[in-house]
């Protein structure tokens, strides 16, 4: 049978315009709702990077969520204060953040929460949580991070908010279940008895990410703003040796206003009854955690 290739390319046409209204609509419509939020996980995203003016930034992963209780540092430090941590990420995200906001203001003390693998870790996929907040010029400097063809993936209006639509829909329309207070999330349930599991951290070093926290430190050297690379308490045991606790401390050693402080290694931090799970610091543990914290800070 004998295509009528003129009509064949009028239909391709066309179906190919209407790829681009729809990817063009439904794109803004997310767009439009995930910025409504005004509460939970999505909205604090937007808050740290658009609007924090906060004295003092926690930034970091879930650990950074769940470790710093913002009503101890204000209470201690006379300072406003703000977790800046997310679920699931890594230094990436939190330097993408971080660089967001610095460039809107500068706060008085920044808190880098790492974890204790942070240097021989790596999951860029999760870099997904920046998508949204890619028209903003310092955050799409670290999008290619996440990988080589992402310039092109958000030619699609749809893609940065294509795993998100669950939670636009909850945040705009159902209960934010986040519970959080300036960010921060307390853990309520306790750990159960159970002897801490020792493990060593192994894998390549990811020499992205070592520049990239050297670049921040150096950063803040410079704007003389105080700070400190933390490793929170984690219910695991990590090996000494480990590259990423001596790679954060030879960072910090560099600058005049940096400071590097690992709890992985903390006795004081052994009892499970601190803990929600082998990661996580329940509330006794945060507060326990915030207080110990605030007597080595340099301020």
């Known amino acids: 049978m004998k295509v009528n290739s003129k009509s064949f390319l ?21 767009k439009l709702y995930y910025f409504k939020q005004k509460s939970g996980v ?32 204000e209470d201690s430090l006379k300072m406003s204060f703000y977790n800046c941590g997310r679920g699931g990420q890594d230094l990436f995200y939190s330097m993408a953040v971080f660089s967001a906001v610095i460039k809107r203001y500068q706060p008085k003390y920044v808190l880098i929460d790492i974890l204790p693998n942070e240097f021989t870790y790596s999951n860029r996929d999760r870099l997904a949580s920046i998508l949204p907040y890619s028209d903003n010029p310092t955050i799409k400097e670290f999008v290619p991070y996440k990988g080589n063809f992402e310039k092109y993936k958000l030619l699609s209006k749809i893609y940065p908010y294509n795993s998100l639509l669950v939670t636009i829909l909850k945040g705009d329309f159902g209960k934010n279940d986040l519970n959080d207070y300036k960010g921060f999330v307390m853990l ?12 060593a951290e192994t894998g390549s070093i990811d020499m992205e990410k070592v520049n990239l926290l050297g670049r921040i430190v150096t950063q803040l050297d410079q704007l003389k703003i ?6 929170s308490p984690s219910y695991l045991k990590y090996k000494e040796g480990g590259p990423t606790p001596n790679i954060a ?22 009892d499970y009854r601190l803990f929600s799970d082998d990661e996580h610091l329940n509330g006794d543990g945060a507060h326990f955690f915030s207080k110990s914290l605030i007597k080595e800070l340099r301020l």
Do not use: Q, W
């Not at 239909?11 to 439904?26: A, G, Q």
């Not at 105080?226 to 490793?231: D, F, G, L, Q, W």
């Not at 401390?249 to 052994?270: A, M, Q, T």
């Open 10 to 30: 009028r239909k391709l046409f066309f179906f190919m315009l209407l790829v681009v209204v729809m990817d063009y609509t439904i794109g803004h419509l997310l």
């Open 42 to 73: 999505l909205y604090n995203s937007t808050y740290a990077i658009d609007s924090t003016k906060e004295d003092v930034l926690v930034f970091g992963s879930s650990k950074a969520m769940h470790h710093y209780v913002p009503s101890i540092f």
């Open 188 to 199: 309520s349930n306790v750990s159960k008895n159970h002897p801490a599991k020792e493990i």
């Open 226 to 231: 105080n700070n400190c690379i933390v490793i």
């Open 249 to 270: 401390d030879s960072i910090c050693k560099k600058s005049h206003y940096s400071k590097f402080v690992n709890y992985s290694d903390r006795s004081g931090f052994r």
